[in-house]
T-cell receptor
Framework: GQSLEQPSEVTAVEGAIVQINCTYQTSGFYGLSWYQQHDGGAPTFLSYNALDGLEETGRFSSFLSRSDSYGYLLLQELQMKDSASYFCAVRRDDKIIFGKGTRLHILP | DAGVIQSPRHEVTEMGQEVTLRCKPISGHNSLFWYRQTMMRGLELLIYFNNNVPIDDSGMPEDRFSAKMPNASFSTLKIQPSEPRDSAVYFC?????????????FGEGSWLTVV
């Protein structure tokens, strides 16, 4: 089976750095992805980690430790437009399964 | 480039009525997914197709739900009869690559309200 755990909400200040954690339990693990979803919108792809380590894409970075079944999304230089929900997801065989999402609140 | 196209965007229907949601995946993508999103349950995978063939429908809640993919450019999700607890946003998504790829692209969703 598969399950993903991530915090339901995180609050941070504009300009700061925030880390959103994700732990997973899944068989046949192929990689960990992150998606962003603004209110009323569709989830959009942010990053994918197949191997251990850090992947950086602009202000966003994603980390994976397969031995710990753990990953995180790091958002730097937070902007108000980053207020959204963030989902970690695992690929198992052909299926992509999502966590419940973390709502990121950004304070001015 | 056209993304995943879903219709209708919004639908309000009465309990007991049939609902049909439609999806056109991105051209060339070989996997198609139907997800349902609610506050309580998050994003649930209902069913996915690979090369137009249903691979796993274990997420389909019950027999009232059915999905088809008659060709590579069209899929439907049908609910018959609909119930108020089916109210949710239904997303269609597609991807390309071996084993479904690592990135899936979502449509804008169909917002369903059953009263």
């Amino acid at each position: 089976g598969q399950s993903l755990e991530q915090p339901s909400e995180v609050t941070a200040v504009e300009g700061a750095i925030v880390q959103i954690n994700c732990t997973y339990q899944t068989s046949g693990f192929y990689g960990l992805s992150w998606y962003q979803q603004h209110d009323g919108g569709a989830p959009t792809f942010l990053s994918y980690n197949a191997l251990d380590g850090l992947e950086e894409t602009g202000r966003f970075s994603s980390f994976l430790s397969r031995s710990d079944s753990y990953g995180y999304l790091l958002l730097q230089e937070l902007q108000m437009k980053d207020s959204a929900s963030y989902f970690c997801a695992v690929r198992r065989d052909d299926k992509i399964i999502f966590g419940k999402g973390t709502r990121l609140h950004i304070l001015p | 480039d056209a993304g995943v196209i879903q219709s209708p965007r919004h639908e309000v229907t009465e309990m007991g009525q049939e609902v049909t949601l439609r999806c056109k995946p991105i051209s060339g993508h070989n996997s198609l997914f139907w997800y349902r999103q609610t506050m309580m349950r998050g994003l649930e995978l209902l069913i996915y197709f690979n090369n137009n063939v249903p691979i796993d429908d274990s997420g389909m809640p019950e027999d009232r739900f059915s999905a088809k993919m008659p060709n590579a450019s069209f899929s439907t999700l049908k609910i018959q009869p609909s119930e108020p607890r089916d109210s949710a946003v239904y997303f269609c998504a597609s991807s390309f690559g071996q084993n479904g790829g690592n990135t899936i692209y979502f449509g804008e969703g169909s917002w369903l309200t059953v009263v």
